[in-house]
């Protein structure tokens, strides 16, 4: 339980962080411009998408599977777009276009792999 605990911290940051980095090069410009206030609204905004991406995507997932077979995959990134979209509506004083959110979706995706791989050579380096 403390394991799952640490990794959804680790997400969480990590995720925080490419949103800044994501509203920062794709934003609409209408970010907070105080450093203090802006570091809670990014651990918000990150927390917001770390549980949209546990509790809603795999509804989505499901939902739009025809469309996901159909394009044969690539409608995920679709799906990536729109759960950060949410994620920055939900959070106040941030806001991105949807094709920007699909970029972003992209780039919070492949930190969120390299974060999974990274903890999967944890676990079989604990193993051995």
């Known amino acids: ?32 411009s105080h450093a203090d206030e802006s570091v ?20 989505i997932i499901i939902l739009s599977l025809p469309a996901i077979l159909l394009s044969l995959g ?3 990134i679709v799906v990536n777009g729109l759960m950060v979209w949410m994620a920055l509506q939900m959070t106040p004083g941030l806001s991105m276009t949807f094709l920007n959110s699909i970029f972003a979706g992209m ?15 944890q676990v079989i380096k604990e193993k051995e």
């Open 107 to 121: 780039f919070l995706s492949l930190i969120n792999y390299i974060v999974s791989s990274a903890l999967e050579l």
């Open 40 to 59: 809670g609204i990014f651990l918000l905004a990150g927390l917001v998408f770390s549980l949209l991406n546990t509790v809603v995507r795999p509804v």
């Open 1 to 32: 339980m403390r394991r799952q605990f640490a990794v959804f911290v680790v997400r969480w940051i990590l995720n925080s962080f490419g949103l800044w980095v994501a509203v920062r090069l794709l934003g609409t410009g209408e970010a907070v």
């Open 74 to 76: 690539l409608f995920i």
